[in-house]
């Protein structure tokens, strides 16, 4: 299915994802036509045929609720009125918030200079109490909201369907990621050649060349394997599981590569570092700061396309269940 899919195709998506396989085709078959006979009805009757479908869809409701009944699966908070609110409202809130803080706390306890020990246990510590505390006063909230009979004003209309989710196989994903690395290599081989930074004279490199050969050239395979990788996706039109572990075991390799330098002062020019920096006031504990925040945003990035990858490969799996 492609972002062009008609409201009733995105409709009748989002109500079958979350039922069984062997319900999805005889609920879609069902929705299909009840939705085209009743779109039908109302134009016979004078609506424009856009006007009739959202219509149409808006009187069919929310289409997790619709999903539920067609399940016999209750929706349960305190009552059913709030539950699908709380539950999407609790996810997000599960996906931003815990890593938010264990970023942050990540980012305090190595300016501090604490042990990777120590670190490691406040970050697992501060992510399960913001866990706990994340879906212990979200509940509170709804569960006062449904006792009180408050009206919040949300109503759910056909404009809240969901945007089929592209699966990152398709040719132009693996374009810009070839266009991208092809870049990259680029930029490396330029810096180490003619140098990347101004400087009002000759520029200078901003990676160490002390990296030369042997550290630039485990950047460049793994740059390299990033490429085969995208091709791989492209030709099997697909994420795999296979696929998933190949991307976390290059994003890792990566993420170690850079933050193992960055930590050892290896990875930046140190001719760079003192025009920048050190020639601006910048002091040694400053220095220090920026490395740190430096280095969590690798790892965060490299977490997150780990993440991304096994999510799409996911998607697709269940997509070829469907």
């Known amino acids: 299915m492609t972002t062009t899919a008609t409201l009733t195709e995105r409709y009748i998506s989002a109500t079958i994802r979350s039922l069984r396989p062997d319900a999805q085709d005889d609920v879609r078959a069902e929705l299909e036509a009840s939705i085209t006979d009743a779109v039908e009805a109302r134009v016979e009757q004078g609506e424009a045929p856009e006007a009739a479908e959202r219509a149409v869809l808006t009187d069919l409701g929310d289409p997790g609720i619709l999903a539920a009944g067609y399940a016999d699966r209750p929706l349960h908070l305190i009552g059913p009125r709030y539950y699908l609110t709380w539950w999407r409202l609790l996810k997000l809130l599960l996906i931003i918030v815990p890593a938010c803080a264990a970023v942050g706390v990540a980012i305090a306890k190595l ?14 510590a501060v992510t399960l109490s913001v866990v706990v505390h994340v879906c212990f006063w979200v509940t509170l909230v709804f569960v006062v909201l449904e006792r009180t009979g408050a009206d919040t004003g949300e109503k759910w209309d056909v404009d809240q369907l969901p945007v089929p989710t592209e699966n990152g196989a398709a040719r132009s994903d693996m374009i810009a990621t070839l266009v991208f690395l092809g870049i990259g290599v680029a930029a490396v081989v330029w810096d180490a050649t003619r140098g990347f930074f101004p400087t009002g004279g000759d520029p200078i490199p901003i990676l160490n060349s002390g990296l030369w050969p042997w550290g630039m050239t485990v950047l460049l395979a793994i740059m390299l394997a990033d490429a085969v990788l995208a091709v791989a996706v492209y030709r099997r039109r697909r994420w ?29 020019n140190p001719e760079f570092v003192q025009f920048v920096f050190a020639d601006n006031g910048v002091d040694a504990d400053t220095l220090r700061i920026l490395a740190v925040i430096t280095g969590v945003g690798i790892i965060a990035v490299q977490t997150w396309t780990i993440i991304d990858g096994w999510m799409k490969a996911w998607r697709a799996r269940r997509g070829r269940e469907e």
């Open 240 to 268: 795999t599981v296979g696929l998933a572990v190949v991307n976390t075991a290059l994003s890792i390799a990566f993420a170690t590569w850079a933050v193992t330098l960055l930590v050892r002062d290896e990875l930046l």
């Open 111 to 124: 300016i501090e200079g604490a042990p990777v020990g120590d670190v490691i246990g406040a970050i697992v």
